[in-house]
């Protein structure tokens, strides 16, 4: 139980400085060439370490789908609506409402893997939403389009994880774990390509260190790593069981956000950061035991 809590805690570290570097890789290069490349490095990195330990490949056309679906769900549409997010709104603020996976892969759990939903977990879900709903307000009634669309790509991105998470459980004993992932990266990295305004492949040699050095760690710890220590979570404990470790996730994303950004939020938005944050720790805490009859 130490090792997992350990890892958990790892994997939510590390998925919370990748919005701060999406922010320090604006200035050197277009998002969608950044989010394409780090999934396809964080990809190949993975295959690599499949070929040289020599692990079974997948052959069934099953098996390719799902890392296809999960690859769309999880890389695509969380990459795409993650560096957008990023672009608009303050990395603190984007970690937080990136958090709301949770609560809606809870959602997808009553319908795909027909488990019931208890009221707890409901009001967590609840709870989730209006603080998405007043940080959203906050935006408009402000006049920030920027916020009011990077809530939009957060929820997007939320959507597209807690989708392939759900799948991710369902497979999770299924699948070679590093093919898996693996494969989900460098499929769903390839829609991602499509989307860079004018890719820059071969004149990489000349990128700027500073660039290629936050691409390696977004590649590699802030995506490969994570990703194959969830993978293996996945199999070893519960879903909503490992979610309750979502919740660091907000507090490391607000206090890099305010040690290194200088981040500072209005009254409204810690409203809002504050009832998601209460939403996702009722809906994660452990549910009292109906009585015995």
């Not at 020599?54 to 789908?65: A, E, G, I, L, V």
């Not at 939020?265 to 009292?288: H, N, R």
């Amino acid at each position: 139980m130490v090792r997992i809590i350990f890892l958990t805690s790892l994997v939510m570290l590390l998925w919370s400085i990748c919005y701060p570097l999406i922010v320090l890789t604006i200035p050197y290069a277009p998002l969608m060439q950044t989010a394409f490349l780090r999934a396809l490095l964080g990809g190949l990195f993975l295959l690599l370490c499949a070929l040289v330990l020599r692990r079974p490949f997948p052959k069934s056309f099953h098996t390719w789908m799902v890392i296809s679906v999960i690859g769309f769900t999880a890389t695509t549409i969380g990459f795409w609506g993650m560096f957008y997010a990023g672009s608009l709104i303050s990395p603190g603020l984007a970690t937080v409402l990136t958090n709301t996976q949770p609560l809606i892969a809870s959602l997808l759990a009553v319908v795909i893997l027909k488990e019931v939903i208890h009221r707890f977990v409901l009001i967590g879900i609840l709870l989730g939403f209006a603080g998405i709903a007043i940080v959203g307000l906050n935006g408009a009634l402000d006049n920030n389009a920027d916020t009011v669309y990077g809530v939009i790509y957060i929820v997007c991105a939320a959507l597209g994880i807690a989708i392939s998470n759900v799948l991710l459980k369902k497979n999770s004993n299924q699948i070679d774990i590093f093919y898996a992932m693996s494969g989900q990266l460098i499929i769903g990295s390839l829609p991602l390509m499509i989307l860079v305004p004018t890719i820059k492949i071969v004149p990489a040699l000349s990128w700027d260190l500073t660039y290629f050095a936050i691409l390696m760690m977004l590649a590699i710890p802030g995506t490969a790593l994570p990703f194959l220590i969830w993978f293996w979570l996945m199999d070893k404990a519960p879903l909503n069981q490992l979610n309750i470790f979502s919740f660091l996730t907000p507090i490391f994303g607000l206090v890099i956000g305010g040690v290194y950004f200088e981040e500072s939020l209005s009254p409204w938005q810690w409203m809002g950061v504050v009832t998601v944050i209460v939403g996702v720790v009722i809906s994660v805490l452990p549910k009292p035991s109906a009585p015995k009859k």
